[in-house]
Nanobody
Framework: QVDLAESGGGLAQAGDSLRLACILS????????MGWWRQTPDKEREFVAG????????YYADSVKGRFTISRDNAQSTVYLQMNSLKPDDTAVYYC???????????????????WGQGTQVSVSP
């Protein structure tokens, strides 16, 4: 069993910043590409950002590009999502996900990810 534990969600005002963190346990962190996804009650879960096992490649949804930054600390088995210039539309439950590395990993494909965290709520007021 793989454990993914998110932290860092909460309440923010438009324009504020928040940083999410996710720790993976019970597995070798560098075996996994990592991603952040989010979901609201009225929408499908959507891709937010992804990062390769080395941290050398990152990918973003157009809606967050330039505002959010994904990073990872392989020594601490932790992936981060720095969220700046938050908007009310960023309100969602944010999920951390891990997918085993392979040569043609599709970061924006939900089916690529094998393990998911429980989610952390981010709420942004106008």
């Amino acid at each position: 069993q793989v454990d993914l534990a998110e932290s860092g969600g909460g309440l923010a005002q438009a324009g504020d910043s928040l940083r999410l963190a996710c720790i993976l346990s019970r597995r070798r962190f560098t075996n996994y590409a990592m991603g952040w996804w989010r979901q609201t009650p009225d929408k499908e879960r959507e891709f937010v950002a992804g990062i390769s096992w080395s941290g050398g490649s990152t990918y973003y949804a157009d809606s967050v590009k330039g505002r959010f930054t994904i990073s990872r600390d392989n020594a601490q088995s932790t992936v981060y999502l720095q969220m700046n210039s938050l908007k009310p539309d960023d309100t969602a439950v944010y999920y951390c996900a891990a997918g085993r590395n392979h040569g043609s990993f599709h970061y924006m494909a939900r089916a690529e990810y094998d393990y998911w965290g429980q989610g952390t709520q981010v709420s942004v007021s106008p």
